[in-house]
């Protein structure tokens, strides 16, 4: 996503500021608007930057447990934003450790929200579920004791719209030892939500839809082979090789997974080429995959086409990954988009513009 300024100051921050760190204004992020409004008039109101108010008050998940920073109409139910409406459970916050991973998951959480608003995808609640519609939330779950005495881990998945995340992800040691133990190039915060919301999607655009199922079929194979076979095979070392028909070596496990990781990454091209284009960085001028040396100004990664993202995502994680590397880190995108990913690719993305 592009940079926020603090419409008090005009000085740019990161998404998850809340107090501007130039002129201490209390800042609060708008989705309406897709900006920050600060809390002005002796905190009795919030502006924008041409100083049109708007009668809104801050996220219950803030007032209750300063977790959030989003704004919200006063009729909202329970006083929560439209990212935190979704929250079914939140972890046990009596334990010292949790309320900072869980400051974090919300973090990512709300990255994620602004994605999904910004592509104008249905985001129903469980409350308003209806027997055609399936409505999205999420269960944070935190377990100290997990694997001890034989005592069940927390699993992150997705069934039937409910998204539980273990919120020892947010622990960097512990996820990066999850990462190295499953032989992963990549394991975030965000890739979980933009995993596993894909597959919230796919129940929600694509089982719904005849035609559209028809086509998916053709392009990732039949869901309605079995699934718990299918990923027992995968982790077992008896699953298909990881070829260039797939975007990662989980995607080969089942199509519902090559689905989910296809559309996760559909999610991570279109925020980073945003952030990119937010600070006026384009490497399509430099001679981009298939570019012609002009820097396509009307490029929206919003509304691009697969292969116009795929075209612009080369160069740019090309040189974000030059960029890791001379800081003697690994690269920020160990990924390659060829012809059958961006297929792939395009299906998600035709869904989404028809959503």
Not at 74 to 79: I, S, T, Y
Not at 241 to 257: G, K, L
Request: proline residues 5%; hydrophobic residues 40%; negative net charge.
């Amino acid at each position: 996503m592009r940079p926020f300024a603090c419409p008090n100051c005009l000085r740019l921050n990161h998404f998850e500021v809340r107090v501007c760190p130039d002129c201490s204004a209390t800042l609060g992020y708008d989705p309406a608007i897709d900006r920050f409004r600060h809390l002005a008039d002796a905190g009795t109101v919030w502006k924008d930057r041409d100083d049109n108010a708007a009668d809104l008050v801050v996220c219950a998940n803030n007032n209750d447990f300063g977790i959030c920073n989003w704004l919200t109409t006063r009729d909202a139910p329970a006083g929560m934003c439209r990212a935190c409406r979704h929250n079914r459970t939140i972890p046990d916050l009596a334990d010292p450790a949790v309320p900072g991973l869980w400051g974090k998951v919300e973090e990512a959480k709300r990255r994620l929200f602004h994605t999904l608003i910004r592509l104008g995808l249905p985001l129903e609640t469980k409350a308003e579920e209806t027997a055609a519609v399936q409505g999205l939330a999420f269960d944070f779950l935190y377990d100290p004791n997990a694997g001890a005495g034989g005592r069940k881990k927390v699993i992150t998945g997705h069934d039937e719209g409910l998204i539980t995340l273990d919120v020892a992800e947010a622990d960097d040691a512990h996820r990066e030892q999850v990462r190295l133990n499953m032989g992963e190039p990549y394991r975030t915060l965000l890739g979980h939500f933009r995993h596993e919301v894909g597959h919230h999607y796919w129940s929600r655009l694509v089982a719904t839809d005849p035609a559209r199922l028809d086509r998916f079929r053709a392009l990732f194979g039949d869901e309605r082979a079995d699934y718990g076979a299918a990923l027992a095979a995968h982790y077992s070392g008896g699953a298909q090789p990881w070829t260039d028909q797939f975007v990662s070596s989980y995607a080969t496990s089942h199509p519902w997974e090559d689905f989910a990781e296809t559309f996760a990454h559909y999610l991570h091209i279109v925020d980073v080429l945003a952030t990119a284009r937010g600070f006026d960085l384009s490497l399509t001028a430099f001679g981009g995959q298939g570019g012609d040396g002009q820097v396509a100004v009307e490029f929206d990664p919003y509304r691009a086409d697969a292969a116009a993202l795929a075209a612009e995502m080369a160069p740019v994680s090309f040189a974000m990954n030059a960029v890791n590397r001379a800081m003697g880190q690994s690269d920020l995108y160990p990924f390659h988009l060829s012809p059958a990913i961006v297929g792939k690719l395009a299906f998600i993305q035709e869904t989404v513009a028809a959503a």
